[in-house]
């Protein structure tokens, strides 16, 4: 199986607990783009004989991205590879960013599954990690995509830290 991960280095804040590269401006996020999109040519090759089948937008924050820039995305990636019919499309996302805006320009990509960033149900712990949502908004947002159709869907969640 041979999959594609696209790395999104934007982010509204920094997180206490993260270790990756990223930018809390988008000021170059078209310049990004334009790069990952020429990587993509570059790099087609790489994966000549294989089907792709999953296809994994990370970062960073990729929910910061528009729908439109995730589409051609994705177009690009179907452009330069042999994807299967129907991958798996994971989308990152801030719980933050799932408004019910979000969602539905999201329902109008190819986006299948997403990965929320929830890290913890406990105000305390999040607050302490400087995330941007509180709990029952992590909770909210989950509902919200399943609402909106969503059916696979993955949290993240963070045990171990100093505060345990």
């Not at 910061?64 to 820039?69: I, Y």
């Not at 400087?130 to 045990?159: C, V």
Request: hydrophobic content about 40%; overall charge negative; proline content about 3%.
């Amino acid at each position: 199986m041979a999959g594609i991960y696209i790395h999104i280095p934007f982010c509204k804040q920094a997180c206490h607990y993260c270790d990756f590269h990223f930018s809390t401006s988008l000021i170059y996020k078209d310049e990004m783009l334009n790069a990952i999109h020429k990587e993509i040519q570059l790099q087609k090759s790489y994966l000549e004989n294989q089907k792709i089948e999953t296809i994994y937008f990370g970062g960073g924050t990729p929910s910061l991205l528009s729908a439109d820039d995730i589409s051609l995305l994705i177009a690009k990636i179907q452009t330069n590879f042999e994807v299967i019919n129907y991958p798996e499309i994971t989308l990152e996302a801030n719980p933050d960013d799932l408004g019910i805006e979000k969602l539905k320009d999201l329902r109008n990509t190819e986006v299948n599954r997403l990965s929320i960033g929830v890290q913890s149900f406990f105000d305390e712990d999040l607050k302490w990690m400087n995330r941007a949502h509180q709990a029952n908004e992590a909770e909210s947002a989950i509902k919200r995509a399943q609402d909106f159709g969503l059916e696979n869907i993955t949290i993240d969640l963070i045990y171990g830290y100093p505060l345990l």
